[in-house]
């Protein structure tokens, strides 16, 4: 069952305004607190984003512990919106020291780490083509004029002369990195890229200003689940992926971002997880530029962590639902405070994986009718029902699941994604921003 109408609330919420976010660079190419918002930055939308993590040894072989030194790094991201201009974000959240970053380009990304001969643009942080971001800092570039459409790929290359300690990174983008020895930004060819793996680093947005966004973005925040976990490698069928894809097919699209993380928790901090959901809402969701609506699905990692006994689960304290419906209602008021759209998920059935057993199904049942039946969120779409297998409801339909009982297949997200537009699609004669 979808619950597809919005609650109507006794206050009037102003949508948030397109506003800049990220930490500008000076002139002299060392990061700084950003200027006033004004007519030149307000126009920024974020096209795509990656919710920053610690270094950690993660879920597959990464470079974020050991960072990088004389080495380029060749990312491809895909902007789910359209524009004139770009710029991108790059984050040392979690670095212990400041990161130079020596350069980086832009370019249309073709087959592996190659792209697009000719396209490729150097990008500048102040009117300077490197810069420096301190421990935990973050930097923009200046707008570069570069036409992009939605559903465009699109290739960042850093390079780094020095060495840059732990890199703060996204441990699962489900999408291929690449790295090479010395300076290839401008390298039009993939073959000295010999190096990969399926991670981000330290790029945390790309922006585009000058485009007819129309409506503002969707946030798509919560664990592996919205993160991707299941889904194909470079075939780009996240759960946001794909609702991009729909909105675009409808003619109406919309830009969406994906701010999951594999394991994050609603109540817990966790060292390979990331800061708890209330920790890392603002900065993921609320600060991120054009963004007027949110769907979060989260939960499930809360009440089914205490279930197993894998060492990497930590915290894995027994968690009522009570107080997970807690940490939700801290997360709407928060979202309701920038005049911003909450939409809730259910939590997926997932009988029979790792993360079953009596507390865990007894705790989601009751987040789920509290989801449902609360008023709290504006608008629920319920991906238990959507989800479930025809012949158990607690069962995860076996023609969306990746094999695990808990995390759907590319097939499964493209459902979560329909189901979630029939919420967010504008009804007839109503406000078309969602």
């Given amino acids: 069952m979808i619950m597809t109408s919005f609650k109507r609330s006794p ?149 780094f002369a020095g060495t840059t300690g732990p890199a703060s990174f996204h441990s699962q983008a489900y999408a291929t990195s690449y790295r090479a020895a010395g300076d290839h930004r401008t390298d039009p060819s993939g073959s000295a890229f010999t190096q990969s793996t399926h991670s981000w680093y330290y ?47 409808s003619g109406k699209p919309r830009p969406v971002l994906n701010a999951g993380i594999g394991g994050n928790l609603v109540l817990n901090d966790s060292s390979w997880y990331g800061e708890k959901s209330s920790a ?36 894995n304290p027994v968690i009522p639902a009570r107080e997970l ?17 909450v939409i809730g998920a259910t939590l997926l059935p997932f009988k029979g994986s790792d993360h079953w057993g009596d507390h865990a199904a007894t705790a989601s049942n009751e987040l789920n009718r509290w989801i449902r039946t609360s008023g709290e969120y504006d608008a629920v779409v319920d991906l238990d029902r959507t989800m479930a297998s025809p012949s158990d409801p607690d069962l995860l339909d076996p023609a969306y699941d990746s094999g695990d009982k808990l995390h759907p297949n590319d097939a499964g997200y493209r459902a979560m994604a329909q189901a979630v537009a029939a919420v967010l699609r504008p009804s007839k004669g109503a406000d078309d921003r969602g």
Wanted: with cysteine; hydrophobic share 35%; net charge neutral.
């Fill in 325 to 341: 419906i807690a940490g939700h209602q801290r997360l709407i008021k928060k979202a309701h405070a920038k005049g911003i759209k």
């Fill in 280 to 315: 890392r809402f603002d900065r993921d969701v609320l600060d991120q530029p054009g963004v007027d609506t949110v769907v979060i699905l989260e939960g499930i990692n809360d009440i089914g962590f205490s279930e197993s006994d894998t060492p990497t689960y930590k915290p």
């Fill in 11 to 159: 206050r009037t919420r102003l949508l948030v305004p397109l506003a800049a976010t990220a930490v500008l660079s000076t002139g002299a190419g060392c990061a700084s607190a950003p200027p006033p918002a004004s007519a030149a930055t307000s126009a920024w939308a974020a096209g795509w984003i990656a919710s920053p993590q610690r270094p950690s040894i993660g879920f597959e072989p990464n470079w974020s512990e050991e960072g990088f030194s004389n080495q380029s790094v060749r990312q491809v991201v895909r902007t789910t919106a359209g524009g004139r201009s770009v710029r991108i974000r790059l984050s040392n959240l979690y670095g212990t020291s400041p990161l130079r970053v020596t350069g980086a380009t832009v370019a249309r990304a073709e087959e592996g780490a190659s792209v697009k001969a000719g396209s490729v643009r150097h990008l500048r942080f102040g009117r300077s083509t490197s810069l420096t971001i301190p421990a935990r800092g973050q930097a923009a570039s200046d707008p570069l004029p570069f036409d992009v459409s939605a559903m465009d790929s699109l290739t960042v290359t850093l390079y």
């Fill in 203 to 249: 790029l945390s947005g790309l922006d585009v200003t000058g485009g007819e966004q129309g409506r503002g973005s969707v946030v798509t925040f919560g664990d592996s689940i919205t993160d991707g976990f299941g889904s194909t490698n470079d075939a780009n069928n996240r759960f946001s992926d794909e609702l991009a894809e729909v909105f675009d097919a």
